[in-house]
């Protein structure tokens, strides 16, 4: 099957990604001579990401978005749950529809490119894995799209070490739509990059998805990124996603408490105010080591004795949903 039958017959109606109760453990070694004990990365997550939206993923580090993308890339199996692309379950699917429907754009544009290629070969490497179109076309779709993401065609024989971070971002972005991908999950795609830049790549990322009709999984820690680019929010602690909303009513009026935390860590600009207290404490949860109960229930400030020893489940607001016990009961 191929990714341009499922586009005619099936993307526009269908959920473009779909993860469906989620999970993935991973055996992890505690010390010389001590056995190895299990890390629950990701837990019971389902996200459901519509054509032409731009759904962020925030959360600490190390809370799962990470492992959470690269499942959802194909690049690491789930060990529980199952995905889907398209409406159909990427087990049914050929790894090269997949990556024709779905691209990564990386966090490091220092280390996801290749130094021994010249940037005209990165770009063109998807052209030649999928191949399907005339080769003696390449160069000039790949000095189309370069043009397209703000690269010189001059550039085209240089390699990622003559670029600066922004141009090498842009070498990432472009390598990632040469194909024409209706989905792009972009893994904290400025955080490497100086802030002067930063704001031309998230207007690039925005140029893009309204002229090629994309759609976006964005993953970042930095909220004034996510409340800029995207439609709709998960919020995710220690590999549960805890709360879900659109942007602005998730930015406006946020419910579970680790939002409203994460929120009020937000760094103001206005003089006299020093650093906010979120009244997280110092130290992230161990991810060996999950509290029963509320996960987040050892750093809350309105902890109850039920969050304690049952675990919250999802209870609907709006169009969203929070797991927290000051919204309802088990």
């Given at each position: 099957?191929?990714?341009?039958?499922?586009t005619?017959?099936?993307?526009?109606?269908?959920?473009?990604?779909?993860?469906?109760?989620v999970?993935?453990?991973?055996?992890?070694?505690?010390?010389l001579?001590?056995p190895?004990?299990?890390?629950?990365?990701?837990?019971?997550?389902?996200?459901l990401?519509?054509?032409?939206?731009?759904?962020?993923?925030?959360?600490?580090s190390?809370c799962?978005?990470?492992?959470?993308?690269?499942?959802?890339?194909?690049?690491l199996?789930?060990?529980?749950?199952?995905?889907?692309?398209?409406?159909?379950?990427t087990?049914?699917?050929?790894?090269?529809?997949?990556?024709?429907l779905?691209?990564p754009?990386?966090?490091?544009?220092?280390?996801?490119?290749?130094?021994?290629?010249?940037?005209?070969?990165?770009?063109?490497?998807?052209?030649?894995?999928?191949?399907?179109?005339?080769?003696?076309?390449?160069?000039?779709?790949?000095?189309?799209?370069?043009?397209?993401?703000?690269?010189?065609?001059?550039l085209?024989d240089n390699?990622?070490?003559?670029?600066?971070?922004?141009?090498?971002?842009?070498?990432?972005?472009?390598?990632?739509?040469?194909?024409?991908?209706?989905?792009?999950?972009?893994?904290?795609?400025?955080?490497?990059?100086d802030?002067?830049?930063?704001?031309?790549?998230?207007?690039?990322?925005?140029?893009?998805?309204?002229d090629?009709?994309?759609?976006?999984?964005?993953?970042?820690?930095?909220?004034?990124?996510?409340?800029?680019?995207?439609?709709r929010?998960?919020v995710?602690?220690?590999?549960?996603?805890?709360?879900?909303?659109?942007?602005?009513?998730?930015?406006?009026?946020?419910?579970?408490?680790?939002?409203?935390?994460?929120?009020?860590?937000?760094?103001?600009?206005e003089?006299?105010?020093?650093?906010?207290d979120?009244?997280?404490?110092?130290?992230?949860?161990?991810?060996?080591?999950?509290?029963?109960?509320?996960r987040?229930?050892p750093?809350?400030?309105?902890?109850?004795?039920?969050?304690?020893t049952?675990?919250?489940?999802?209870?609907?607001?709006?169009?969203?949903?929070v797991?927290?016990?000051?919204?309802?009961?088990?």
């Amino acid at each position: 099957m191929t990714a341009a039958a499922l586009t005619a017959a099936q993307v526009e109606a269908a959920p473009m990604l779909e993860a469906r109760d989620v999970s993935r453990t991973f055996r992890v070694s505690t010390g010389l001579l001590k056995p190895k004990r299990t890390l629950q990365a990701v837990e019971g997550v389902s996200l459901l990401v519509r054509p032409g939206e731009v759904v962020g993923l925030v959360g600490e580090s190390g809370c799962g978005k990470t492992t959470l993308a690269r499942m959802l890339l194909g690049l690491l199996p789930p060990t529980d749950g199952e995905i889907r692309v398209v409406g159909r379950p990427t087990a049914a699917l050929p790894r090269r529809t997949i990556a024709q429907l779905v691209q990564p754009v990386f966090q490091d544009p220092y280390s996801s490119l290749n130094p021994r290629k010249s940037i005209g070969a990165i770009i063109t490497l998807p052209l030649r894995v999928q191949g399907g179109s005339d080769s003696a076309t390449w160069r000039a779709q790949v000095e189309e799209m370069m043009e397209r993401v703000g690269l010189a065609r001059s550039l085209y024989d240089n390699y990622p070490s003559q670029l600066s971070g922004g141009q090498r971002q842009r070498v990432a972005i472009a390598r990632a739509l040469i194909n024409r991908p209706r989905l792009v999950i972009c893994d904290e795609p400025t955080s490497a990059l100086d802030v002067s830049v930063q704001s031309q790549i998230l207007n690039l990322l925005q140029e893009l998805r309204r002229d090629l009709g994309l759609t976006y999984l964005l993953i970042s820690h930095n909220l004034a990124v996510v409340e800029h680019m995207a439609t709709r929010v998960a919020v995710m602690y220690l590999g549960r996603i805890v709360e879900e909303a659109d942007t602005d009513a998730l930015f406006r009026a946020p419910k579970h408490p680790y939002t409203q935390a994460l929120l009020a860590s937000v760094l103001t600009p206005e003089p006299g105010l020093g650093v906010p207290d979120t009244q997280l404490g110092a130290a992230y949860p161990n991810p060996l080591d999950v509290p029963p109960g509320c996960r987040f229930h050892p750093r809350c400030a309105h902890v109850m004795d039920i969050c304690r020893t049952v675990a919250p489940k999802p209870v609907a607001s709006g169009e969203g949903f929070v797991e927290c016990h000051l919204y309802g009961t088990p």
